[in-house]
């Protein structure tokens, strides 16, 4: 949401009132304005599309018309806008076509939003300092692809079994030594066993009446 800032102006004086609105570039980017109000033969300013580079200022002269508030609804209330776009090199072809149409601001660009304060009981300053980004996102779409190697800093997987050693494969030649050795082990303790029983004969437990 924007906070309204006020912008006092004198009242009760026939001739136009000059007034100064700095704006200062706070970003590291290069940042487009686009200045408008709801009242422009009121309020007309010396620029109204201006490019601040960043970390710098710019100067924004204004002239201030009381006479010509009554002819808009808003009258003294009237409103100040100023909408801020980063520059991108992806996007100079859309702020080309942002600046010269009309109403095709979004709330997301809007930086400042100033509201008119017409007294003489108030304390006018000659000059307005706004900050950006102000409340302006300054996020913009990338319109198109972008030319890159999508994998260029992207890291290869490893392979879950790229650390393990795969056992050799046994063939059925293999089997058939295996189970033979086995049978004849089997074989051999067949013919050994009545040998040992005879030459160390089972101790016979004692049996208990």
């Known amino acids: 949401m924007v906070h309204l800032t006020t912008m006092v102006l004198p009242t009760g004086t026939d ?7 700095v704006i200062r570039n706070t970003t590291k980017q290069d940042i487009v304005l686009k200045i ?27 002239i201030f018309h009381e006479k010509e508030l009554s002819a808009y609804p808003k009258g003294a209330s009237s409103m100040i806008y100023v909408y801020a ?8 072809e859309c702020l080309r076509r942002w600046l010269t149409i009309d109403n ?7 930086a400042f939003a100033i509201q008119l304060q017409i007294t003489s009981s108030e304390f ?3 000059k ?8 302006a996102s300054l996020i913009d779409p990338i319109p198109n692809a972008i030319a890159a190697n999508v994998d260029s800093d992207c890291v290869t997987g490893i392979n879950i079994d790229a650390d393990t050693n ?33 030459l160390f004969p089972p101790v016979s437990q004692p049996t208990h009446a």
């Open 124 to 126: 006018s300053a000659s």
């Open 36 to 62: 408008k109000s709801d009242a422009p033969r009121a309020l007309q300013f010396e620029a109204e599309k201006i490019v601040v580079d960043s970390r710098k200022y710019v100067i924004v002269n204004m």
């Open 128 to 135: 307005l300092i706004l900050d950006l980004p102000g409340h």
């Open 85 to 92: 776009r980063p520059v991108t090199k992806y996007n100079q």
């Open 166 to 198: 795969t056992a050799n494969v046994l063939e059925d030649k293999d089997f058939r030594y295996a189970l033979r050795i086995q049978e004849e082990s089997n074989s051999r303790c067949a013919i050994l066993a009545p040998i040992m029983d005879r």
């Open 15 to 21: 001739s136009p009132q000059s007034k100064q609105i």
């Open 104 to 110: 095709c601001e979004s709330s997301s660009q809007l």
